[in-house]
């Protein structure tokens, strides 16, 4: 074959061609992000996991996948694995906030840069995680604690009794939704938390301690705040077993904004739920993407949320997408 000036100029635009596609293809699946969920507790968790699992293949992220059933040891060993194999970028849910710090400084050894998602750790060296997408759980409380502490304006003079049904102990979530509810039902002396205790974010634990509550202090129950709508679905139930009203004897207030509780809401027996999205399954592709090429990224990624009181259940329904 004659080699004319044509025929080099076609093959280097071939090459190139071949190697912008190859690269791009290369760059899509060069990117393997190693996942460890918390666990299945809750509906808020179900939906977390679809949006993630749904996000990366749309993204064309291989997603290293690892269900840690509530315990922050499965965790650790995932988070090991995911260096062992080199992965270019670990995210996580961390059951608990604290006990990160060895674990995570094995992955910044390694160069994996880490980010965290839904909930925090309370470690000190921030340099341990490049950023952290997820709700503001203190403002999530606050805001539970405004709806109750206006509703208390039209309730009968005298005490008003609370039980709060924590998430799991030592989480993220359970510590800033009691501290942000505590703060500003403080404004009104009469709001009395009588009862406090865990029911791990799931319906048979919430219903559990809630029976544990109607026996020792039934009558004197005014209001139920639980962390999540599972835990108020649970409690909804062992109050119906005891013979009273959820929504009306017994005031219930909850956080997520799951499905179950708009349908709780619209039979009468949750009054509000405070917004917490789970989908975070595409911010979540987008910033690994850009984590991976070396992109800096803000270190903090807060999710946009509101409050759905019973009065508007029915009409935003529809919307709800989890
Ligand atoms: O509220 C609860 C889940 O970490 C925000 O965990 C999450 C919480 C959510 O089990 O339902």
Known sequence: MKITRRTVLSAAICLGLGFGIASSAYADKALVLGFSQVGAESEWRTANTASIKDAAKEAGVTLKFADA?????????????FI??????????????????TVLGEAKAAKIPVILTDRAVDSKDKSLYVTFIGSDFVEEGRRAGRWLLERAKTMPAGDINIVELQGTVGSAPAIDRKAGFAEIIAANPHLK??????????????????EAFLKTDGKKINVLYAHNDDMAIGAIQAIEEAGLKPGKDILVISVDGVKGAFEAMMAGKLNVTVECS?????????????????????????????????????????????
């Open 193 to 210: 938390i009588i009862r406090s205790q865990s029911g791990d974010f799931t319906r048979a634990k919430g219903k559990e301690v809630m």
């Open 278 to 322: 789970p989908l975070l399954g595409p911010q979540l592709m987008k910033v690994a993407k850009e984590v991976a090429a070396g992109e800096t990224v803000p270190k903090r990624i807060t999710t946009e949320e509101g409050v759905f009181p019973a009065e508007i259940a029915a009409k935003e329904f529809p919307n709800r997408k989890y």
């Open 69 to 81: 059933q509530q315990k922050q040891e499965n965790q650790v060993k995932a988070i090991r694995s």
């Open 84 to 101: 062992a194999q080199k992965v270019d970028v670990i995210a996580f849910s961390p059951v608990v906030e604290s006990g990160w710090d």
